[in-house]
């Protein structure tokens, strides 16, 4: 379940950092890029680079919210343990 739930964040992540990187590297030239004042002293290929995976990871951030947002009460709080494992602060019923 966590490798599908996962994936569910990864690929569409992945998808939309394409396009973005398409729709903002179409309009921005990574030569003319600063930061801090300072031009960004990475090649054109380095600047693509970088802005995927930041595009990349916000994204990710973004799907993952979503993702926890979207699990019921019972998968949050559930109890990770078997029933015969669990502490006397977990209760022994079938559902924790």
């Known amino acids: 379940m966590l490798s599908q739930r ?7 992540a992945f998808l939309v950092a394409g396009v973005l990187e398409v729709l903002v590297f179409a309009m921005v030239d990574p030569q003319d890029l600063q930061w801090f004042g ?5 090649s054109r290929q380095g600047v693509y680079t970088v802005a995927f995976f930041v595009f990349w990871a916000i994204t990710m951030l973004a799907s993952g919210l979503t993702t926890l947002l979207s699990m019921s009460p019972f998968e949050v709080n559930r109890c990770p343990l078997p ?9 022994k019923q079938g559902r924790c």
């Open 6 to 12: 996962l994936m569910w964040i990864i690929w569409p």
């Open 38 to 42: 300072q031009p960004v002293e990475l």
């Open 83 to 91: 029933v015969s494992a669990r502490p006397e602060s977990c209760p």
